[in-house]
């Protein structure tokens, strides 16, 4: 069985912040772990600080997307550019760059898709899933991520919620998920 952790906010009544760092805190320890969306790896940090993982993979496209359905995104919109994302994977592969060198992290530039397909089915001890929220991807990270970890390993993720700018995509995708075992 894999434990579900994408609802702890909504459940728990905490502000996302207050989430994350609660679901963190859950992750199993020193074991093998995937973070998918990593933006600028403040959240890969404290992984790496709380669950001390052998191993990390930091999973992200680093892409920008021109969509007007992106222009609240991290990677969209006026606020954003190709060249912008170049430098944030640039910054975080400077930021674990020693991690990186022990190979305690590796860093792969990939759609979740793309990457996931490197990784071993029933491998890892945890994901979290941070990155594209529409409805759509959401759903393929977690039906990626429910093949690649292992018997009681956890999938994790933060912003279930009906708004945002994914319409609630990320709510629809975990409660499908939950809904059908």
Request: contains cysteine.
């Amino acid at each position: 069985m894999i434990s579900l952790l994408a609802t702890v906010a909504a459940r728990l009544h905490l502000s996302n912040r207050w989430a994350r760092l609660a679901v963190l805190g859950m992750l199993p320890r020193n074991g093998t772990g995937a973070e998918i969306g990593v933006h600028l790896g403040d959240f890969a940090a404290r992984i790496l600080g709380v669950a001390r993982p052998q191993k990390l993979h930091l999973i992200d496209p680093w892409l920008y997307f021109s969509d007007d359905t992106y222009r609240n995104s991290l990677y969209g919109g006026d606020g954003c550019s190709p060249g912008e994302m170049e430098r944030r994977y640039e910054s975080v592969q400077r930021r674990f760059s020693a991690r990186i060198a022990s190979e305690q992290v590796t860093i792969i530039r990939q759609t979740a898709v793309e990457a996931m397909t490197t990784i071993e089915d029933g491998s890892l001890d945890f994901v979290y899933i941070d990155g594209n929220h529409q409805y759509e991807f959401v759903k393929e990270d977690l039906a990626l991520s429910v093949r690649k970890v292992r018997p009681r390993g956890v999938i994790a993720g933060d912003d279930y919620t009906t708004g945002g700018w994914w319409a609630g995509g990320v709510k629809r995708a975990v409660d499908e998920l939950t809904a059908n075992g």
